[in-house]
C-alpha cells in the first residue's frame, strides 16, 4: 500500500526532449520532496517542497525544474537532460514537523539517451 | 562526503536467526534515525524510527538501538523471515544546523542488502 503515487514508473528520453515526472500524495502531508538515486550512490535530495513553497533547492541543475501547484501535487519538469541524469527519481512526502518520516513513491526510472 | 554509512553491502541470515544491521553517522547534530526497507522496483518503506532522546525502540520483530556516543545505531530482526530479504536504507536528520532548521532533511546510507534463507 502507497500514499504516494509517481507517474511514469519508466521513462525514456532523448537528451533534446522536455517531459514532467508527477506525484500524488493521499496522506493529507503538508511537505513533499524530490530524490535522485544514482546506481551504486545514496538518495541525494533534490528539492523540499513545505506549504507548497520551494524551501529547499540542492544545487540542483537548472535544466531540472520543480513545480507544486497545491500540497497533494509535485512535478518535475525534464528538458535537455545529460546521459548522467539516468537515475530513479523518488518523489515524498510527509508531515512538517519535528521527527516525522517520509513517505516514498515508488520511483519514476530514467533513462536519457 | 557521506554523514551516513553502512559499511556492509550485503548480509546472509538463516531463517529463524537474527539479523543485525550496522549504521554509523559522523554529524553530531542529528536527532532523528529511520530505517527504510526497499524491494526491488519498490520506493523505499519507513519501517521504524528512534529520536535522539532514547536508545532503543522497538516495533514488533524490529528493534533500532542507537548508541549516540559512539554515533551508531542498529537494526535487529528478531526472528528473520524470507520475506525480510530486501535492501535496508539508515537515514538520519537535524532538527537544526548553524543556519537554522534544516527542514527535515534525511541523509541516506548507500544500503544493506538482507538475504534470509530457509
Known amino acids: 500500500e502507497t500514499g504516494v503515487t509517481q507517474t511514469p514508473r519508466h521513462l525514456v528520453m532523448g537528451m533534446t526532449n522536455k517531459k514532467s515526472l508527477k506525484c500524488e500524495q493521499h496522506l493529507g502531508h503538508n511537505a513533499m520532496y524530490w530524490y535522485k538515486q544514482s546506481a551504486k550512490k545514496p538518495l541525494e535530495l533534490m528539492f523540499v517542497y513545505s506549504l507548497e513553497e520551494r524551501v529547499e533547492n540542492n544545487s540542483v541543475p537548472s535544466r531540472f525544474s520543480p513545480e507544486c501547484p497545491n500540497s497533494s501535487h509535485l512535478f518535475l519538469h525534464l528538458h535537455t537532460l545529460q546521459p548522467e541524469d539516468s537515475a530513479l527519481y523518488l518523489c515524498?512526502?510527509?508531515?512538517?514537523?519535528?521527527?516525522?518520516?517520509?513517505?516514498f513513491g515508488d520511483g519514476t526510472r530514467l533513462s536519457i539517451l | 562526503d557521506q554523514q551516513v554509512k553502512q559499511n556492509s553491502p550485503s548480509l546472509s541470515v538463516q531463517e529463524g536467526r537474527i539479523s543485525i544491521l550496522n549504521c554509523d553517522y559522523t554529524?553530531?547534530?542529528?536527532?532523528?534515525f529511520l530505517w527504510y526497507k526497499k524491494y526491488p522496483a519498490e520506493g523505499p518503506t519507513f519501517l521504524i524510527s528512534i529520536s535522539s532522546i532514547k536508545d532503543k525502540n522497538e516495533d514488533g520483530r524490529f528493534t533500532v538501538f542507537l548508541n549516540k556516543s559512539a554515533k551508531h545505531l542498529s537494526l535487529h530482526i528478531v526472528p528473520s523471515q524470507p520475506g525480510d530479504s530486501a535492501v535496508y536504507f539508515c537515514?538520519?536528520?537535524?532538527?537544526?544546523?548553524?543556519?537554522?532548521?534544516?527542514?527535515?532533511?534525511?541523509?541516506f546510507g548507500r544500503g544493506t542488502q538482507l538475504t534470509v534463507w530457509p
Open positions: 515524498a512526502s510527509s508531515q512538517f514537523f519535528r521527527n516525522q518520516p517520509q513517505h
Open positions: 554529524n553530531s547534530m542529528f536527532d532523528y
Open positions: 537515514a538520519a536528520s537535524a532538527t537544526f544546523n548553524d543556519r537554522g532548521s534544516t527542514l527535515g532533511r534525511l541523509y
